[in-house]
């Protein structure tokens, strides 16, 4: 990786000149000023402490962190509190029972407004009805929703009575939902019949019930389903277990609003959550109570800077991914937030959908992924143009990283010009936001997370671990445990040693490639297996990516290396155009004259095609080893994890005629 920015010729890759100040108004009045580094910086274990009172503690804890077992911390050990309470409860003693927790929209325009009050009865019924399922403290809960009110209502309930909840993203198939359901050992499935995506009802129960014929999910003795589309189960191709399978709507709203939550450890495991990692089994990264709530919290706080009695806060992520945990269900509710919460698909039924929300609860901070920006940017300025975005006052961006061009896409066209842009780098495994600017104190650079947040302590380390100089490149690696820190994978604890803690002694190691720029601020290069070795030279495949996005007409970019002959990796470029461009003769050429221009020639891509999609996870995260294999011209491999698998037809469809060639 040294090489990326050693080399003269790159070490000035897209060197950012553009900055934005924190707005007047929004730096006067911020939740957090620049204090807060200082404070972290004196005294990291007393900051975390005091950061720990945002919550409500049964037992208050006296201890912060014991690190006397490292890699496995404790946080906050001899605290007790409840998870369920700081979201739900304590709002509704504090008088306000009649806020709005959440503003549920369905993709069809159905619409629902739980207020606290609301959320606290919702969630004791569910908790007293898995108490009738014979759900104990400790037992796992699978939960397989779409996006609705139930599924942050059914994630609390587990959270109420101390059963970690594992979801599993709905667009999963039943092969994946199986392996998590044994690998977690659950007992309950909590489930719908199905939910709404790009205009129809797209069933979820028939992928339970075949999970359930699969070796290792016999310990499952019942599912509760949600009622969502009402299709007929049995066209759906599911079935319907007597004894096992009961319906949300019979069990739970039969049971009695009120329940008293019990304090649990603050080190009791709160949920499972597994990251798909690029080889072997799913890894389940657990996450526990007292230390994960302080850091969603906070950072929530102030990341965001959010000001529960006139924010609306709007999370696009789904629920079953750690953003959805963290900033839909966890941060937000503990910090008596009013969210919107969106079952759809951005462009259903028409591409100002998201807009439309917008306008409609008049949303000020909205978190959404890059994936999402560069997608708008490709359908046109024209559509969020047609809609009041007035309300907003702060953006979010998570999950890539953002390239500079789409940064400055989203502040022009979803932020007036006006709103600061919060690029928040974090993991499933990191549990919160780890570095990010703070909106009211930094000084913003399109493209870069730029700082760890107080009390976090993260640098570059070249491969011999030592930390490298400002201007250089390496890997991003975390020096001191942080409170919301995955405490083990599931089960595996060898593993979690191995995988995070192993290659750089005493520090985390995150798989991502990094650099510092002249200020020492940090540049997110993308996973480190995406790094590209071209005649002697790591290139960043983030940043050939940004190069092409930089160019008026290109929308989105995905770049690999592909094994080469004579300099070892070829640069493969994959992009798709904005509105309106046509391919054209000699637009090749011109996107790798640009390259070449911004980058210099060794970063010139070999080839480059233009497409109408590209493959992605779910979570929207480009899938390049997909494309690695289109390039190097070999059968894919497992394409079972893309959102659409026609994908992959359309661009290899397209392969022989490509142009661009040496
Ligand atoms: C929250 C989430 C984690 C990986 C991470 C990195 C990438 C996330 C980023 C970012 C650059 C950002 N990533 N945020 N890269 N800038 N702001 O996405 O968790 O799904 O576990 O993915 O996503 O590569 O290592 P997860």
């Given at each position: 990786?040294?090489?990326?920015?050693?080399?003269?010729?790159?070490?000035?890759?897209?060197?950012?000149?553009?900055?934005?100040?924190?707005?007047?108004?929004?730096?006067?009045?911020?939740?957090?000023?620049?204090?807060?580094y200082e404070q972290a910086a004196e005294d990291r274990l007393g900051f975390w402490a005091e950061q720990a009172k945002r919550l409500t503690w049964q037992t208050p804890p006296t201890q912060t962190l014991d690190w006397s077992n490292a890699p496995f911390a404790k946080w906050f050990a001899d605290g007790k509190l409840n998870v369920a309470y700081n979201c739900v409860?304590?709002?509704?003693?504090?008088?306000?029972?009649?806020?709005?927790?959440?503003?549920?929209?369905?993709?069809?325009?159905?619409?629902?407004?739980?207020?606290?009050?609301?959320?606290?009865?919702?969630?004791?019924?569910?908790?007293?009805?898995?108490?009738?399922?014979?759900?104990?403290?400790?037992?796992?809960?699978?939960?397989?929703?779409?996006?609705?009110?139930?599924?942050?209502?059914?994630?609390?309930?587990?959270?109420?009575?101390?059963?970690?909840?594992?979801?599993?993203?709905?667009?999963?198939?039943?092969?994946?939902?199986?392996?998590?359901?044994?690998?977690?050992?659950?007992?309950?499935?909590?489930?719908?019949?199905?939910?709404?995506?790009?205009?129809?009802?797209?069933?979820?129960?028939?992928?339970?019930?075949?999970?359930?014929?699969?070796?290792?999910?016999?310990?499952?003795?019942?599912?509760?389903?949600?009622?969502?589309?009402?299709?007929?189960?049995?066209?759906?191709?599911?079935?319907?277990?007597?004894?096992?399978?009961?319906?949300?709507?019979?069990?739970?709203?039969?049971?009695?609003?009120?329940?008293?939550?019990?304090?649990?450890?603050?080190?009791?495991?709160?949920?499972?959550?597994?990251?798909?990692?690029?080889?072997?089994?799913?890894?389940?990264?657990?996450?526990?109570?007292?230390?994960?709530?302080?850091?969603?919290?906070?950072?929530?706080?102030?990341?965001?800077?959010?000001?529960?009695?006139?924010?609306?806060?709007?999370?696009?992520?789904?629920?079953?991914?750690?953003?959805?945990?963290?900033?839909?269900?966890?941060?937000?509710?503990?910090?008596?937030?009013?969210?919107?919460?969106?079952?759809?698909?951005?462009?259903?039924?028409?591409?100002?959908?998201?807009?439309?929300?917008?306008?409609?609860?008049?949303?000020?901070?909205?978190?959404?992924?890059?994936?999402?920006?560069?997608?708008?940017?490709?359908?046109?300025?024209?559509?969020?143009?047609?809609?009041?975005?007035?309300?907003?006052?702060?953006?979010?961006?998570?999950?890539?990283?953002?390239?500079?061009?789409?940064?400055?896409?989203?502040?022009?066209?979803?932020?007036?010009?006006?709103?600061?842009?919060?690029?928040?780098?974090?993991?499933?495994?990191?549990?919160?936001?780890?570095?990010?600017?703070?909106?009211?104190?930094?000084?913003?650079?399109?493209?870069?997370?730029?700082?760890?947040?107080?009390?976090?302590?993260?640098?570059?380390?070249?491969?011999?671990?030592?930390?490298?100089?400002?201007?250089?490149?390496?890997?991003?690696?975390?020096?001191?445990?942080?409170?919301?820190?995955?405490?083990?994978?599931?089960?595996?604890?060898?593993?979690?040693?191995?995988?995070?803690?192993?290659?750089?002694?005493?520090?985390?190691?995150?798989?991502?490639?990094?650099?510092?720029?002249?200020?020492?601020?940090?540049?997110?290069?993308?996973?480190?297996?995406?790094?590209?070795?071209?005649?002697?030279?790591?290139?960043?495949?983030?940043?050939?990516?940004?190069?092409?996005?930089?160019?008026?007409?290109?929308?989105?970019?995905?770049?690999?290396?592909?094994?080469?002959?004579?300099?070892?990796?070829?640069?493969?470029?994959?992009?798709i155009l904005r509105g309106g461009v046509e391919e054209g003769a000699g637009l090749v050429d011109e996107l790798r004259a640009h390259v070449a221009q911004q980058l210099g020639p060794i970063a010139k891509p070999k080839r480059i095609m233009p497409v109408a999609e590209l493959p992605k996870t779910r979570s929207g995260k480009i899938m390049r080893r997909l494309l690695?294999?289109?390039?190097?011209?070999?059968?894919?491999?497992?394409?079972?994890?893309?959102?659409?698998?026609?994908?992959?037809?359309?661009?290899?469809?397209?392969?022989?005629?490509?142009?661009?060639?040496?």
């Amino acid at each position: 990786m040294g090489d990326v920015v050693s080399n003269e010729s790159l070490a000035n890759l897209l060197k950012e000149e553009r900055r934005f100040d924190p707005p007047a108004d929004l730096a006067a009045n911020a939740n957090v000023t620049a204090a807060a580094y200082e404070q972290a910086a004196e005294d990291r274990l007393g900051f975390w402490a005091e950061q720990a009172k945002r919550l409500t503690w049964q037992t208050p804890p006296t201890q912060t962190l014991d690190w006397s077992n490292a890699p496995f911390a404790k946080w906050f050990a001899d605290g007790k509190l409840n998870v369920a309470y700081n979201c739900v409860d304590r709002h509704v003693e504090n008088g306000l029972g009649d806020r709005v927790a959440i503003h549920f929209e369905g993709e069809s325009g159905d619409s629902r407004a739980i207020t606290y009050a609301e959320l606290q009865r919702e969630v004791s019924r569910a908790a007293n009805a898995l108490i009738e399922l014979g759900v104990h403290t400790g037992d796992r809960v699978a939960i397989y929703m779409p996006m609705i009110p139930e599924t942050v209502i059914a994630m609390l309930a587990c959270a109420r009575l101390g059963a970690p909840h594992s979801l599993v993203f709905g667009g999963f198939s039943a092969e994946a939902l199986a392996t998590r359901i044994n690998d977690a050992d659950a007992r309950v499935v909590i489930t719908a019949d199905g939910g709404y995506r790009r205009g129809k009802p797209s069933a979820l129960k028939p992928a339970v019930d075949e999970a359930l014929t699969k070796p290792g999910t016999e310990n499952v003795r019942s599912v509760l389903v949600v009622r969502r589309t009402g299709q007929d189960l049995a066209e759906a191709g599911g079935t319907w277990t007597e004894g096992r399978d009961v319906w949300w709507h019979e069990l739970v709203e039969r049971q009695s609003p009120t329940h008293t939550p019990e304090a649990f450890d603050a080190e009791h495991p709160l949920f499972i959550l597994y990251t798909s990692g690029t080889t072997g089994k799913p890894k389940g990264i657990l996450h526990t109570t007292g230390g994960y709530l302080t850091q969603v919290s906070y950072t929530h706080h102030a990341v965001f800077d959010l000001k529960p009695e006139t924010d609306v806060f709007w999370c696009t992520a789904d629920v079953g991914w750690v953003t959805g945990h963290s900033y839909i269900t966890y941060g937000p509710l503990s910090n008596g937030a009013t969210e919107v919460l969106y079952e759809g698909t951005p462009d259903t039924p028409h591409q100002g959908r998201w807009w439309e929300i917008v306008q409609k609860y008049g949303v000020t901070i909205l978190y959404t992924a890059p994936t999402a920006i560069r997608a708008c940017m490709k359908w046109g300025d024209d559509i969020p143009a047609k809609y009041d975005l007035s309300s907003l006052r702060l953006l979010g961006s998570v999950g890539e990283p953002i390239n500079p061009e789409a940064w400055i896409w989203y502040r022009k066209h979803i932020g007036a010009d006006r709103t600061p842009i919060v690029d928040t780098w974090w993991q499933t495994e990191t549990g919160a936001m780890m570095l990010s600017p703070l909106p009211g104190v930094t000084a913003t650079k399109p493209g870069s997370a730029q700082v760890a947040l107080p009390g976090i302590a993260a640098t570059v380390v070249d491969d011999d671990a030592r930390e490298v100089p400002d201007g250089a490149g390496g890997y991003l690696v975390l020096t001191e445990p942080w409170p919301s820190m995955l405490r083990t994978i599931w089960g595996d604890d060898q593993r979690y040693i191995d995988t995070y803690w192993s290659r750089f002694e005493g520090k985390y190691f995150a798989g991502d490639g990094a650099k510092k720029d002249s200020d020492g601020d940090i540049w997110l290069l993308g996973r480190v297996d995406d790094v590209m070795l071209v005649s002697g030279h790591n290139i960043s495949t983030t940043e050939v990516e940004s190069a092409l996005v930089s160019h008026p007409k290109v929308a989105e970019a995905a770049v690999v290396g592909a094994t080469d002959p004579q300099t070892t990796q070829a640069i493969c470029a994959f992009v798709i155009l904005r509105g309106g461009v046509e391919e054209g003769a000699g637009l090749v050429d011109e996107l790798r004259a640009h390259v070449a221009q911004q980058l210099g020639p060794i970063a010139k891509p070999k080839r480059i095609m233009p497409v109408a999609e590209l493959p992605k996870t779910r979570s929207g995260k480009i899938m390049r080893r997909l494309l690695r294999d289109v390039a190097e011209n070999r059968d894919l491999g497992d394409v079972s994890t893309l959102t659409d698998s026609s994908v992959m037809d359309l661009i290899q469809a397209k392969l022989p005629s490509t142009p661009g060639e040496d």
